[in-house]
């Protein structure tokens, strides 16, 4: 049964990749608002709060029973383009619910309206936010996505050279941390990655970077120094473009001396951690996610 709800949504992925118009941003974002937002609903057992900091919208998410001192600070994915606490907010709720802690969303600036370094500059006065409120950098941890996880990297990066204290910790699901595309991956996975298209990373990263140097740290983090970060867990799948964007970034922060570790998924797509409500893998790797975040933050 699992293999057949593994093709099934595999073979939906593939229609709806081939749909795409990756120079039509308004359109990829309306879609992907549309489509993730319709399984993003608010979930019983959870209590959803709305707020704002500044122009930003920002959503506190509280599983019943949670530990309201701990929090993570989620990022989420998109391409620096699309997606928003509507298009991930179940997700997140299935992460913390392990981990027995709360939950900040932000809806950063999007690209190619606001390009680097405004989603950086957004999730760090989150964090500092976070930090003003009464909440110590112990009791915070970061996470995203795709594009979320880079950011949630590069941030880490940021905030260290900024001289903020850094959080506890760090969770990045297929994070994309190379935005000069040189990872192997990127040729020898697009045939087989049902999501991803590989004509679509150029046009995007150009929109995020603008004029910037793409081997920027705080852009692409694989470029980056990673002495001192916190513990960090990536999980990425076997058939994504980004795997070696990952795998890389692992491989590189652990020769640093960063307490780092990876799941490789056998199979699995680009944030298929999203598809939980079918897969059974996408389940326990989200419990996998809870239950570092409940070791890290005691």
């Known amino acids: 049964m699992a293999g057949i709800r593994l093709f099934f949504v595999k073979n939906l992925l593939l229609r ?8 039509d941003i308004l359109f990829a974002r309306r879609g992907f608002e549309r489509i993730a937002g319709r399984f993003n609903k608010p979930l019983s057992g959870f209590k959803y709060q709305p707020c704002t900091l500044g122009d930003m919208k920002m959503e506190w998410i509280t599983p019943e029973g949670a530990d ?5 600070l989620y990022f989420h994915g998109g391409g620096y383009a699309t997606g928003s606490i509507n298009t991930h907010r179940a997700t997140v709720s299935q ?4 981990a027995g802690i709360k939950a900040l969303m932000i809806d950063y600036r999007l690209s190619p309206e606001n390009k680097f370094p ?3 500059e957004d999730a760090t006065s989150a964090y500092n936010w976070l930090l003003q409120t009464g909440y110590s950098p112990n009791e915070i941890s970061f996470g995203g996505d795709s594009a979320g996880g880079g950011l949630t990297l590069a941030t880490l990066l940021y905030v260290r050279d900024k001289g903020i204290p850094l959080p506890k910790c760090a969770i990045a699901l297929s994070p994309w941390t190379d935005h000069t595309f040189s990872g192997n991956s990127y040729v020898s996975k697009k045939d087989i990655d049902p999501m991803l298209v590989a004509e679509g990373f150029p046009v995007w990263s150009k929109h995020y970077t603008g004029e910037q140097d793409p081997k920027n740290p705080y852009i692409s983090p694989l470029f980056g120094d990673f002495h001192g970060l916190p513990p960090i867990y990536i999980q990425v ?3 994504e473009m980004l795997l070696d964007d990952s795998t890389r970034f692992a491989e590189k922060a652990k020769a ?4 780092i570790s990876i799941d490789i998924y056998a199979e699995m797509f680009h944030v298929f951690q999203a598809f ?5 893998v996408a389940k326990k790797a989200n419990a996998q996610l809870g239950e570092f975040l409940k070791r890290q933050m005691v």
């Not at 709806?16 to 120079?23: A, P």
């Open 68 to 72: 309201e001192k701990k929090v993570l």
């Open 16 to 23: 709806l990749k081939g749909r795409v118009d990756f120079n």
């Open 118 to 120: 405004a989603a950086v």
């Open 276 to 280: 939980w409500l079918v897969l059974s």
């Open 256 to 259: 640093e001396g960063v307490d």
């Open 237 to 239: 799948g076997e058939e």
């Open 95 to 98: 992460i913390i619910k392990g």
